[in-house]
């Protein structure tokens, strides 16, 4: 099947995204590759919850307090000039785990402004102590306990879908090593009790620039993808543009839908 949406967009309002990061050149974007909905999901922490303090990533996770809700509120008026015939867009975010509170960056009343919230696993750059690099299993443990500390959240049935799950970002190695260290079984517990949340499964285009089908279904996460779709998940896919340069290889979703055999049903409501 062709895949006719992209939830995971950033603009410039994400300061890890560039300045061609915008509403008008994703649109461009959209009309090109035949894309319907557009979900825009920049980085988010909930001003009404405690920023970790000393925390000992070494990564600038105090930035999050300078995304409150009024910074990312000015995508909603860009959003409402959007007129385009056949092209709908949706205001989500993408959330942190919470590692002092065993949460999520949301509070559940916030969480009801947005039209769907992802939550990434897999910010092990940001939100993991950088002990827990080595050995690598203390890496794919943390993975897990956000995972299961998102499931276990008050506010999880707000969220939309687990952004790119287990593909460790920025880790100081190859972090496809990772996803060798669990074994299907651990994988199936938690894909069941995602799929029995409702919570989709993010497919996320960002690692696959350059990689042939046969590439892609030899990969590490392909296991993974068809794992989550026995468990019965749903998914979600997105590009995790942060520039204009994201969407040239957008294809791979429809690729990768048809290797697993996605047929519409696969895909969550909202996306359809
Ligand atoms: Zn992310
Ligand atoms: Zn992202």
Known sequence: MKITHDFHIHTSLSYCANETATVDNYIEH?????????????????????????????????????????????????????????????????????????????????????????????????????????????????????YEDTLKSPVSRYITAMAHPFMAVCAPYDRDLLYGLIPDDRFRRLFDATAKKGIAFEINTADMEGK????????????????????????????????NLSHNFYENASIVANLLGLTEKDILEIAR
């Open 30 to 146: 959209a009309k090109r590759l035949g894309l319907k909905k557009l979900g825009f999901a920049n980085h988010f922490w909930d001003e009404n919850i405690a920023i970790p303090e000393n925390n000992e990533t070494g990564y600038e996770i105090t930035g999050y307090k300078y995304y409150p809700q009024s910074h990312l509120a000015k995508l909603k008026p860009e959003l409402q000039k959007v007129k385009d015939a056949g092209i709908q867009v949706f205001y989500g975010c993408e959330v942190e785990y919470d590692l002092p509170h065993r949460g999520v960056s949301i509070t559940e009343a916030v969480a009801e402004t947005f039209d769907f919230i992802l939550m990434p696993n897999s910010h092990t750059h940001m939100t993991m102590p950088t002990e827990l690099y080595h050995p690598y299993e203390k890496h794919v443990d943390f993975m897990f306990q956000a």
């Open 212 to 243: 042939t089908p046969e590439e892609i279904e030899d990969g590490p996460s392909f296991r993974m993808f068809r794992l989550a779709k026995e468990c019965g998940c749903q998914f979600l896919f997105g590009s995790d543009a942060h520039s």
